[in-house]
């Protein structure tokens, strides 16, 4: 299965400034998956990155504020800019991983405190 | 709209104590249906995908069953190792491959 090495693990951020999440695959995936985990709520996706092309949004989030680069098969960013305290969460990245099943892998996650 | 709903929100369980956790769902159409445990400061981890209604999986003390609107969790004789959140989330045959995670229950084992 695919392993993946997301950082930073966690950050203390002002607002109004930006934060870049980096999330690096052993192998070569298409399809990576940036998610937000609120407190006390269900990961909601923010967008899909394919390489070579823009990522695709889900509803309620825009690329100005999740800016997402993929420059090739095992790396990707997601920026979150101009921060306000409430987006204060924990943002993981994931990609399929075809030998569990359609099951996805998850990175550890990072953990954004805006204060 | 697609849904996912699990219950109970927080269980907590002496060490053996047998229990189940539930996930109902509405979708359109069931692609398939995902368990996953999430350990506090990490990702969530991948445990079973069910794809039809009267499948199950089993992992050690964990088997996960499946019908046509829920799936179960059954813990048989957890430990205290087996505390987590469980995550439940469905894939639709809507041509997307988006998941749709439930809140999750949070399982306290206690020694």
């Known amino acids: 299965s695919a392993v993946i090495s997301q950082k930073p693990s966690r950050d203390i951020c002002q607002r109004g400034t930006s934060l870049t999440i980096q999330c690096q695959v052993d192998?070569?995936?298409?399809?990576m998956f940036w998610y937000r985990q609120q407190p006390g709520q269900s990961l909601t996706l923010i967008a899909t990155?394919?390489?070579?092309?823009?990522?695709?949004?889900e509803s309620g989030f825009v690329i100005d504020k999740f800016p997402i680069s993929r420059p090739n098969l095992t790396f990707s960013t997601l920026t979150v800019s101009n921060m306000s305290p409430e987006d204060s969460s924990i943002y993981l990245c994931?990609?399929?991983?075809?030998?569990?099943?359609?099951?996805?892998?998850f990175g550890s996650g990072t953990r954004l405190t805006v204060v | 709209e697609d849904q996912v709903t699990q219950s109970p929100e927080a269980l907590r369980l002496q060490e053996g104590e047998s229990s189940s956790l539930n996930c109902s769902y509405t979708?359109?159409?069931?692609?398939?249906l995902f368990w996953y445990r999430q350990d506090p400061g990490k990702g969530p981890e991948f445990l079973f995908t069910?794809?039809?209604a009267g499948e199950e999986k089993e992992k050690e003390r964990l088997k996960a069953t499946l019908t046509k609107k829920e799936s179960f969790l059954h813990i048989t004789a957890p430990k205290p190792e087996d505390s987590a959140t469980y995550l439940c989330a469905v894939q639709a045959t809507s041509g997307t491959y988006k998941y749709i995670f439930g809140t999750g229950t949070r399982l306290k084992v206690l020694a």
């Open positions: 192998s070569q995936v298409t399809m």
């Open positions: 990155a394919n390489q070579g092309s823009e990522a695709t949004y």
């Open positions: 979708v359109s159409g069931l692609r398939g």
């Open positions: 994931s990609v399929a991983d075809r030998g569990r099943n359609d099951g996805y892998t």
């Open positions: 069910l794809y039809s």
